[in-house]
């Protein structure tokens, strides 16, 4: 099979990071767009692609597939927007956008073209995170009593520039850290029947919060932050348990414990599974993805919306 053709939009960190795991695939990269045509072109000669200054000629193209949206997320909806109306499928960092707004008007565009969009969740691409669901929601270690997912990384120590820490790009812990923890838990349990969020806000971003999900007899309590480094989690049962020593970040192992013993899964998390999965449902004419399908960013939104709410987090631009 020849190897499947991407468009990147962006050329920053996560582009390089996704760029140098599927070239070890059945992946090409055959064109570039970015705001910055200087670094565009840098990329395009890192890994073998063509550079572009004008988004319309780096997408509509014969030989692009599917378009990779990897811009900070207050650009995602403009560019997936305009590659899907050029009917080329789309694959756009997460999140997808800033708002549940943003979200309904990617899918709505994508239902009216007819054109594939998925959301670049890796964890739910992973044989790791979907044997942690199968687990829980077989009944392995029977009725859930608690939920806690700990994950935060010392974003506080990057270049105040940081895209990170900066208001006007809808930086902070909810939408770069929070959203992981967020969607492992509804991946697994559902919409929740409450939310409630305590956070701490600084220099007009949230710098950490706790999230509590409320389900019927058990809650999730997810901490994150960008002040220090950390990542857990672990799913207590009345019969057992289940736990990660590392649920996002490369996850490679799960750890079930019951009345059976211990069983440990080795697996991976990875962008080129992500990728290769991606490329897959383009190829088999699927025009929404069987593993994030609409519904599910839809729900996560509109969690992190209740959360900016309680929080009173208004982002520069939504004020204008």
Wanted: net charge neutral.
């Amino acid at each position: 099979m020849e190897k499947f053709r991407w468009a990147y939009i962006g050329s920053g960190n996560i582009a390089h990071s996704t760029a140098n795991s599927i070239l070890k695939g059945d992946h090409r990269i055959v064109s570039v767009y970015s705001r910055n045509f200087e670094k565009a072109k840098k990329f395009a000669e890192k890994y073998g692609a063509e550079a572009f200054d004008n988004f319309e000629n780096a997408v509509n193209r014969d030989d692009v597939d599917a378009v990779y949206i990897a811009t900070p997320h207050t650009s995602h909806v403009e560019y997936a927007v305009k590659a899907m109306k050029l009917s080329k499928p789309v694959l756009c960092e997460k999140p997808v956008g800033v708002s549940q707004k943003d979200v309904e008007i990617l899918i709505n565009t994508a239902k009216e073209t007819n054109t594939y969009f998925c959301e670049a969740m890796w964890t739910w691409f992973s044989d790791v995170a979907l044997t942690v669901k199968k687990w829980v929601q077989s009944g392995e270690i029977g009725e859930i009593k608690e939920v806690v997912i700990n994950y935060a990384f010392p974003g506080i120590l990057m270049p105040k520039t940081s895209r990170v820490l900066t208001p006007e790009t809808a930086g902070g812990a909810l939408l770069d850290v929070g959203i992981y923890p967020i969607t492992y838990c509804y991946n697994i349990f559902g919409v929740p029947k409450d939310v409630k969020c305590k956070g701490i806000i600084k220099n007009g971003i949230d710098i950490g919060e706790t999230v509590t999900l409320y389900y019927d007899g058990f809650k999730c309590t997810l901490k994150m932050s960008l002040c220090y480094l950390r990542e857990n989690c672990k799913i207590i049962g009345t019969k057992g348990s289940v736990s990660l020593p590392a649920f996002f970040h490369m996850a490679s192992k799960a750890i079930l414990k019951n009345e059976k013993g211990k069983q440990i899964f080795d697996g991976k998390t990875d962008y080129l599974t992500e990728f290769t999965h991606v490329a897959e449902e383009i190829r088999q004419g699927k025009k929404e993805s069987g593993f994030i399908p609409f519904e599910a960013t839809n729900e996560c939104m509109k969690i992190m919306d209740e959360c900016r709410k309680q929080m009173n987090l208004v982002y520069p631009f939504e004020t204008l």
